[in-house]
């Protein structure tokens, strides 16, 4: 048998699809709000544009990453933002897409996933989250 | 039970809302606090009811916010609730704490004991947001909005647009969406 503890319990809406938590960006005072999808497939945490636009990035300034999905490829830019998620921060390097069509925002691995400890049951629509 | 509500904006803003309940600011007892971060607090006695029609008591429980300032008034005299949302015959209590939007004014029935109704929707969820993008997806498809609860505060094109309305709104930090035309669909995953 093993154990978890976790400082967070979260419900998250079962009408819209994926497992869907708020969260708060913030970069250089200004900060948004929006909601996000736990992924652990993704590597990275990735924001459509809009947000680092909104919060005044210069979205090509940054880190050029190449990224694969499961029939193409695309390109984002990694900036140092404020990740705040149900109560926790991350200070994580996030990704935004350079396509501004594509606009699912995803917390992936890298920044933050390796940050937490996380649970889900997913029949109850519960997410668990701890800082690791 | 003590049925406590934080009122939302959209329902005192309907033509129909009627203040009439007029808030004494004083010290009372406290009542337990859902957030903790209370800062002002005082009781409500009912002013003479020029009309009010009653809400189901089931719809006490259901937690919305208020923006001070705005849907509920706050002056000297007092603080004026709509009695739309309470009846004709609640004690009323209220209290002011910060909240994600700013300064907000949480009013609750003082009638029964002390345990506090929990919210079917929580704070902070985004729920009220989502419904509103839910129910409007047909109409803002392909556009980005700025929500505060279910409230549309700016919509447009451009996110930093939508953003920048919403904050000189004195929202410092709106939720922001892009209304997608395909978001009902499942996702395949990456």
């Given amino acids: ?132 | 039970m003590n049925h406590q509500s934080v009122l939302n904006p959209l329902m005192l803003g309907s033509p129909a809302a009627q203040f009439l309940m007029s808030v004494q600011a004083s010290e009372t007892a406290s009542a337990p606090s859902p957030r903790g971060l209370g800062t002002e607090q005082g009781s409500i006695q009912s002013a003479p009811i020029k009309w009010a029609p009653s809400i189901p008591e089931e719809q006490y429980c259901v937690l919305a916010y208020l923006q001070k300032g705005e849907h509920i008034v706050s002056n000297s005299t007092g603080v004026f609730v709509p009695a739309t949302i309470f009846g004709q015959t609640s004690r009323l209590a209220y209290r002011i704490e910060a909240g994600d939007y700013g300064p907000q004014v949480i009013v609750f029935d003082e009638r029964g004991g002390a345990r506090p109704v929990q919210s079917a929707k929580p704070k902070g969820n985004h729920q009220l947001e989502r419904d509103w993008l839910s129910a409007h997806r047909s109409t803002h498809a392909g556009m980005w909005v700025a929500l505060s609860g279910n409230r549309l505060l700016a919509a447009g094109c451009k996110a930093p647009d939508v953003y920048n309305k919403a904050r000189e709104l004195g929202i410092p930090a709106p939720f922001v969406a892009f209304v997608g035309r395909d978001e009902e669909l499942p996702f395949a995953g990456w």
């Fill in chain 1, 1 to 132: 048998m093993h154990n978890l503890e976790f400082g967070i319990r979260h419900k998250y809406d079962d009408s819209v699809p994926g497992i869907t938590v708020p969260v708060h960006l913030e970069y250089q005072g200004s900060r948004v709000q929006f909601d996000a999808k736990i992924d652990t497939g993704a590597e990275l945490c990735l924001f459509d544009r809009g947000y680092g636009e909104a919060l005044g990035i210069e979205i090509e300034s940054g880190y050029r990453k190449e990224l694969r999905t499961i029939n193409s490829t695309l390109v984002a830019y990694g900036h140092e933002v404020t990740l705040s998620i149900l109560d926790l921060n991350f200070d994580l390097m996030a990704f935004f897409y350079e396509a501004p069509e594509i606009h699912r925002n995803v917390l992936g691995r890298q920044g933050w996933l390796v940050k937490v400890r996380l649970g889900v049951v997913d029949y109850e629509q519960l997410v668990y989250i701890g800082s690791y």
